[in-house]
Nanobody, 115 residues
């Protein structure tokens, strides 16, 4: 059973930064593509960023240029560095495989961007 635990969220002002972490049980990152997802109130959950086995990355248009996804396979941890945060980034952020596995969703970590 894979267990994913997100952390690093919080309250920040517009223009601020946060670094999210996702720790996983088992050695899964070497053979799985990973992604960060978010869900804002009243909206569908969306893919924000993905990192492929070889290290290449993809970003949603809303995140491009501001967010950076990375991973440390030895530590089974994936990160999301978020800069220049905007109020519309407010959401619960989750990590999962990409494509996601339904049973692997964790509690997520709340990110609130507000002045």
């Amino acid at each position: 059973q894979v267990h994913l635990v997100e952390s690093g969220g919080g309250l920040v002002q517009p223009g601020g930064s946060l670094r999210l972490s996702c720790a996983a049980s088992g050695s899964i990152f070497r053979i799985n593509n990973m992604g960060w997802y978010r869900q804002a109130p009243g909206k569908q959950r969306e893919l924000v960023a993905a990192i492929i086995m070889g290290g290449s990355t993809n970003y949603a248009d809303s995140a491009k240029g501001r967010f950076t996804i990375s991973r440390d396979n030895a530590k089974n941890t994936v990160y999301l560095q978020m800069n220049s945060l905007k109020p519309e980034d407010t959401a619960v952020y989750y990590c999962n495989f990409h494509p996601p596995i339904r049973g692997y969703w964790g509690q997520g970590t709340q990110v609130t961007v507000s002045s």
